[in-house]
């Protein structure tokens, strides 16, 4: 087999040290889609060592910062120049509608050039008042260093740039290590730095597992901060493998969303639809494998048989098949491992006492879903109640479970009801109702009458189990940068606090 070079350090595309390489898979029909190099502790050490001569002796922390963000803004543009090739990568890789893919791009484009703008906004720091005219005081941001980046697979491409973006923006260096399952899109992104003109050393990437990859990244003193997206199992991996050296961590972590609604909402026939057809996306956009799914509606109870009935109808709609094929609505799930997953949450449910309302089974095969793909249905699961597993974890596939609720209290109880706390949806009309609710949940992010938008100037992360940290707006920007006062005393004189 020819060498794959998917590996990059000190801006040498490389195949592994070790001339390991591993098959990266086509989730709608499970044929080989790509081979990368499979990267090893030796490939994760010289990524290390050279972002670290890259940040220690190299022009990019000390760049002006109207360059570093120029530099963000030729990327952003090479992005765009690239958004079918990329949409399509990721697409295949992923699974995701070609749409989506594209949606993708746009996302990556504007947080590259939001960060560019929030940068050049700056000022290089703020004044602080000593309260003597003999001191000058000033607080500015420096970048943090070395990161490592380690990400997922629902949203590689994505997830990748909420880092990359701001780190660059700082002035930092970094290693990337993409999922393995989905590796291809970041290895583009890497291109197009390079190609924008990033010198040499400032990004690498290693194609890899993520132990040894990512426990060596996490581990390693060389490295000033690690920003994880991921599951709470690695994600507590790396912290406690960062922990010895006491580096920075940020951990963007899964969660069990709450989608509540009350029967005011569907008091229309627009409103009604408006509701349902959100509930729809919440949960099954790119077959629920989205870290803030709407995966549990919370219904008020007079309007939950309705409402339910309603949404199952339109579930079993919903036209699967490969996300590159016209008419495709949602594309498989990425894995055998997330099919199996999802089909155990699904007959643990159902074992538990939750009654299927559609789905509940792999789709027959056509000819856009082939036999071999990993294709499970939309379901939905009436009747749940919070002691099911189905109810608690994180399944991160196309399982709707359905509670329901009598009063705003309990509508709140449930939805805080979960060891997380990304995301979460209020539906009514009542304005002051939806606004009290919104206050008393414990989520990262909380839409009212609304489903899953985000914005780039906005903070994203989570409460409890769900993370530590920021991304986006300006706090994800402060992720990647060290504060430091330097106090300047203008009339030096002996403070005699010992008298000899
Ligand atoms: P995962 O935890 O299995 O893998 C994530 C990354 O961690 C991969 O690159 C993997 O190789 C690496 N990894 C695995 N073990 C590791 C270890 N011991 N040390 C260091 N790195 C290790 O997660 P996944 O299945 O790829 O992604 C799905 C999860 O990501 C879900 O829980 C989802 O909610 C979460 N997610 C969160 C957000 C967010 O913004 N909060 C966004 C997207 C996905």
Redesign the pocket.
Known sequence: MAAVETIHVDGVWQAAASGAQREVLDPADAKTLAVVAEGGVEDTDAAIAAARRAFDQGPWPGTPVAERAALLRRVADLLQRDRETIALIESRDTGKTLEEGRVDVDDVTNAFRYFADLVTGESAGRVVDAGTPDVHSVVAHEPVGVCAM??????PLL?AS?KVAPALAAGNTFVI?????TPLSTVHLVKLLAEAGLPTGVANVVTG???P???R??EHPDVDLVS????????T??AQ?AAPTVKKVAL????KNPNVVFADACATAEGFDTAVDQALNAAFIHSG????AGARLIIEESVRERFVAELARRAEKIKLGRGTEDGVECGPLVSAQQLDKTEAYVASALAEGALLRCGGKQPEPNEVRPATGYFYLPTVLDQCHREMRVVRE?T?GPILTVESFQTEDEAVTLANDTEYG?AGAVWSTDTARARRVAARLRHGTVWINDYHPYLPQAE???FGK??VGR?LGPAGLDEYRETKHVYENLRPSPVRWFAG
């Open positions: 380690i990400t997922p697979w629902n949203y997830q909420w290590k993409p999922s393995e399952v597992a993520g132990d990859v990512g426990a990244l996490s994880f997206t991921g599951g709470l199992i690695s994600g991996k790396v493998a963007e972590l899964g969660g494998q989205v870290c803030s994180e991160f990304l994203w992360g989570g769900s993370g991304e």
